[in-house]
């Protein structure tokens, strides 16, 4: 200013407009590329394993079934409701080639995973941002106030465009006559739509409360909810699927009808759930929640300062999120029960099957089915508390705690007796629901007992997920993630195993395929045994590796 | 004197890095010993392999004559640590972290807990995410205290507290000295280490460059003496152990070993001293004389120097900014006048500081 000549004389200066009218959205644009730079590993890994899972999937689907006559009788298979609640709606059957064998039995599946994904995305770039205290620093720059949801929702949707269309392209290549072009990009942009959603989904979830973690079980918990309609709809009358991003996605009818109307079902839904999420950002103060925080207690109670008491009560929040959705699932199965008998006493190909599988009545193959999902959900709940040392490790947290007169050993050991017992919890909480339902809806008042039991059965299954979980830990600290691998394969593996046919030996490889399926099968008492000696040993061997490595600081 | 602790050549890497590379330590019982170096130095990882948190890849350590790695449980119930990034949990109240983190260590003291929270005007109520980093700080202190751990371990605990807060903190260790626990304080408040430390240890990269008490340090450097005399000043030149003297009429102004002060004034006194005043290197001056040769790498040589050399008063603080500046001998740097000046005295410092490292 000193050295330049002001020709005229100093005027007052216009007043400026307020920054905030200039646009709330400004620097949005940066945003999205420093978001897509933070995510470009994370993203091609999301978009490239889906992709080929479902390019792998048609492939043996178009090798096992290639005959018409294997293929009605998939068909007649995939009816039963035990099939029908775990893949898709019935109308798929009426032509089921190669291409729609695909939409109905994958698309829920993966849609659960693009849901995880998108939610993921979500809350990484806004909520967490926030609690780390880095999104004062962007907001205090030239980034209007609703640039990083903004931003957040347009990685989240170019990541699930990104995604539509590498599914699409990738079935597409395959030509193979039924998985036409049409049907490839129906059924890829049938994820983008459930992606989408969710991600709307998880940008309200992130304003109501302060933490990343929190906002996204409580949008995940919400995909639950979405899963357990269709799969009730889909069963039923189909009317609740309607109320779901997952059944609107489905019924595209992708290889059958190639509907493109309920992915725009999806688009809407997105569009009106993010218009709340937006107003709603301003009425909360960056890095709070819509919830205020309260007063807590002055000083901690007795059994807080107990290694296994401080342990629940960092477990307790996620134990009773996972408690009540078992429950809600084990319900809405256990409902299902009584119709489960009329359904399939039509379908005498079904009944011989269950024959050859040891005389056992069809509720109880459709029991021991279920049981399986109400597992694997309950391992998710086991493998984060297992977990949680290691987050505690991170944050730095650990460090205070082990500075004091508690040893390694019963730090993690606290941890390990929380997560099996709740994880066996849980399993109870499932099957009892599932039981209690069953025994309404059936009027067989033993079922409450035998169904608990055998969801207990799944126990040393849990067990040996939290041991690999520990032995990681001990071992290998910053792989633990590989964890993840025990739920989702045995999921995979349980879940599309029997219809790809996979042999044996893949089945043997997940913990979860060793467990007597009960009802329908006799309760063994050995596998059990070895699971839970095997977990013992599990937790043993990365305990003396955990007593032995550093502890990692930042 | 018995010792708390006795580290000799502790070695630790982390990957490639060295973090330490030979550290020596002893801490005496019922002492407080200042752990001095700037970031990246190994304090913490020192603190770290003490706790046995860290496993140590060579040299020998010993704290309250057990194994840190492999006493660690048995140690851990004998003394208290706060780190100098306090993480809480998200949904714990402060005052139940208190409890937990004293508990765990083996007791709790309650009345003097909720004394410290008083004194540290800490909310107990609120939940740990709502804490600043001053107040997840302050429940690590409070944790820390209401023990009767008979050594603490304090890794640059004050970082994030107010002024306020850093007087009471100060009082709270005097009184723990006083009950006859021993204190070792990481830090780079010189005036904290000033006022709490019996003696302190100078480390850098990993290795001990200097330790003992700060009087004992001071002996080894140069004390600054100005003094205003009635006859301008002459001959200083030629005096054993006088660095830089500076005549400006009535005004003198040198810096001496501390051996030779004596003579020094002996010989100011033959031409009438008017006033005088002198101190004792500050601290800043004993850690730059470590690290002047860092400085001068990263463009803050002239700066430094300054300081050092027209710093009348010590003490902490003062930059180039500082009160030295406005005094009739200083001009206001920038100016022309004030150039020669600046040479000068950048020169008389360089003796005792930056010079003896080059």
């Given at each position: 200013m000193s050295s330049t000549t002001v020709p005229a004389p100093a005027a007052p200066p216009a007043p400026r407009r307020p920054a905030t009218r200039v646009s709330a959205l400004a620097g949005a644009g940066v945003l999205i590329r420093f978001g897509l730079r933070r995510d470009r590993i994370r993203l091609p890994v999301w978009l490239i394993s889906l992709t080929l899972a479902s390019a792998l999937t048609l492939r043996s689907l178009a090798d096992l079934y290639d005959t018409a006559e294997g293929r009605a009788s998939a068909a007649r298979t995939a009816g039963s409701p035990a099939a029908i609640a775990t893949s898709g709606p019935r109308h798929y059957l009426s032509d089921y080639t190669v291409g729609s064998m695909l939409s109905h039995q994958m698309l829920g599946f993966t849609a659960l995973l693009v849901g995880l994904m998108s939610v993921l995305i979500v809350t990484r770039h806004t909520r967490a941002e926030e609690e780390t205290g880095r999104a004062e620093l962007l907001r205090s720059a030239v980034v209007g106030r609703h640039a990083q949801l903004a931003a957040a929702l347009a990685v989240a949707a170019a990541a699930n465009v990104g995604l539509a269309l590498l599914i699409a392209g990738s079935l597409a290549a395959q030509g193979a006559g039924s998985a036409g072009l049409a049907g490839a990009l129906v059924y890829g942009f049938a994820h983008a739509g459930v992606g989408i959603a969710f991600a709307a989904v998880a940008a309200v979830t992130v304003q109501t409360t302060a933490h990343a973690r929190g906002a996204s079980g409580m949008a995940l918990a919400v995909i639950g909810l979405a899963y357990a309609l269709r799969a009730t709809g889909d069963v039923g009358d189909g009317t609740l699927s309607w109320l779901s991003p997952i059944g609107w996605a489905q019924r595209t009818y992708a290889f059958v009808d190639n509907r493109w109307w309920p992915i725009l079902l999806s688009l809407a839904f997105a569009a009106a759930v993010s218009a709340v999420a937006f107003p709603l950002s301003t009425r909360r103060d960056v890095g709070a929640g819509l919830r205020p925080a309260r007063q807590g207690r002055r000083s901690a109670s007795w059994a807080l300062t107990r290694p296994a008491g401080f342990a629940l009560r960092l477990h307790r929040g996620m134990l009773l999120g996972f408690g009540a959705g078992l429950l809600v699932l084990g319900v809405m199965y256990g409902s299902l029960l009584g119709d489960v008998e009329d359904l399939l006493g039509s379908l005498e190909e079904y009944r011989r099957t269950l024959e050859a599988l040891g005389g056992t009545t069809v509720t109880e193959a459709f029991a021991s089915m279920v049981m399986l999902v109400l597992a694997i959900v309950a391992a998710v709940q086991v493998a984060m508390a297992a977990l949680r040392p290691r987050a505690e490790e991170s944050a730095g947290r650990a460090e205070a705690l082990l500075a004091t007169g508690l040893s390694r050993d019963r730090w993690v050991l606290a941890h390990v007796t929380v997560g099996a017992a709740g994880g066996t919890l849980l399993l109870l909480v499932a099957g009892l629901g599932f039981g209690a339902a069953g025994a309404v809806a059936t009027g067989d008042g033993s079922l409450v007992w035998k169904l608990a039991g055998a969801a207990l059965a799944y126990a040393p299954a849990l067990w040996f997920t939290l041991g690999c979980a520990v032995a990681l830990f001990g071992r290998l600290p910053r792989q633990t993630?590989?964890?993840w691998l025990v739920p989702v394969y045995s999921f995979a593996v349980g879940y599309l195993g029997q219809l790809l046919r996979f042999p044996h030996w893949l089945n043997n490889l997940s913990p979860f395929g060793h467990v007597p399926r009960l009802p329908a099968a006799e309760l063994e008492w050995t596998p059990l045994l070895v699971l839970t000696a095997l977990a013992a040993g599990l937790v043993w061997f990365g305990l003396a590796g955990f007593r032995r490595r550093d502890l990692e600081t930042s | 004197m018995t010792t708390a602790i006795d580290v000799t050549g502790l070695r630790k890497s982390f990957g490639r890095t060295r973090a330490l590379d030979g550290l020596d330590l002893t801490v005496g019982t019922g002492e407080v010993h200042g752990f001095l170096g700037p970031n990246g130095a190994g304090k913490s990882t020192t603190i770290r392999v003490l706790l046995g948190l860290v496993r140590a890849d060579g040299g020998s350590a010993r704290m309250l004559g057990g194994d840190p790695w492999k006493d660690a449980v048995a140690l851990h119930r004998r003394l208290a640590y706060v780190p100098g990034d306090v993480e809480l949990w998200p949904n714990l109240t402060g005052g139940e972290a208190i409890d937990l983190l004293a508990r765990l260590r083996g007791g709790l003291d309650r009345r003097r807990r909720d004394e410290l929270v008083e004194r540290f005007d800490l909310d107990p109520t609120k939940k740990g995410r709502a804490y600043s980093k001053g107040n997840r700080q302050k429940v690590a202190i409070v944790a820390a205290l209401a023990s009767d751990a008979e050594l603490l371990l304090l890794?640059?605990?004050?970082?994030?507290?107010?002024p306020l807060m850093e007087v009471v903190f100060q009082d709270v260790v005097t009184q723990a000295k006083e009950a006859g626990r021993t204190v070792l304080l990481s830090s780079h408040i010189l005036a904290q280490v000033e006022k709490l430390c019996d003696r302190v240890s100078i480390i850098r990269q990993g290795r001990t460059v200097q330790s003992g008490t700060l009087a004992g340090m001071r002996h080894l450097t140069r004390t600054t003496v100005e003094a205003r005399t009635a006859r301008p000043v002459t001959g200083l030149d030629g005096l054993p152990g006088v660095h830089g003297p500076r005549v400006d009429g009535d005004r003198v102004h040198f810096t001496v070993d501390g051996t030779h002060l004596d003579g020094a004034l002996r010989a100011l006194g033959a031409f009438g001293i008017r006033a005088l005043t002198s101190h004792p290197p500050t601290l800043e001056e004993l850690m730059l004389r470590h690290y002047g040769d860092e400085l001068a790498a990263h463009g803050h040589h002239a700066a430094a120097d300054d300081d050092m050399g027209d710093g009348p008063t010590g003490g902490a603080g003062g930059g180039p900014d500082g009160g030295p500046d406005g005094e009739p001998g200083g001009a206001p740097a920038g100016e022309p006048g004030g150039a020669p000046r600046e040479a000068t005295a950048g020169g008389a410092a360089q003796g005792p500081t930056g010079g003896a490292t080059r």
């Open positions: 993630g590989l964890v | 890794d640059e605990p004050t970082a994030g507290l107010d």
